[in-house]
């Protein structure tokens, strides 16, 4: 599947009420994204919930899959350095869970990262065999750059991380990030 992230990406899945597509999101999008984050969050607690100001901030760097006007999953990309950047916030609605809109976002994030020119992405999850699936391999948080780990310290997970940091390198012969890692 070719992705044009300029463009709305047809799926030519039809849902309620048009066909499915994955585009990046807008400011009214805001408010659902925010739902979706923190209700599957809250449920399945495979992802960290998000304030309505942290979204607006980062707002440009999420990408939704929308039936109609309802978002019904979304993923975004954070770039931390001119190579380096990390895969965040990816949910589904759990009326849409298992038909496959997880994978199309990941495709779409991997374009966007690639056109991008990003050599390296990252992710800390609950679930690496959903990522190592796109060919992210598991890592350690202390091989991370330092800069990723800003905002570690003011997770609520912090003290007792149960996620897995994950890597994926885009470029062939990437020898690392740039920025320098935490540990030497």
Known sequence: MTVEL???IQTGVMGLH???IIRRARMKDVAQIFKLVNQMARL????????????????????VAVDGERVIGTCSLHIFWEDLAEVRSLAVDLDYQKQGWGELLMDAILEDARDLNLLRLFTLTTIPL?????????STKEQLPSKTWSE??????FTECDET???L??????KGPKSLPMFR
């Open 152 to 157: 570690c310290f003011r997770c609520p997970k």
């Open 130 to 138: 959903f990522f190592e699936r796109f060919g992210f391999v598991v």
């Open 6 to 8: 300029q463009n709305p």
């Open 169 to 174: 390198d885009l470029a062939p012969g990437f």
């Open 44 to 63: 399945k607690n495979n992802l960290l919930p998000r304030s309505m100001s942290e979204l607006y901030e980062h707002s440009r760097d999420f990408l």
């Open 18 to 20: 048009a066909p499915i």
């Open 165 to 167: 940091a994950l890597v």
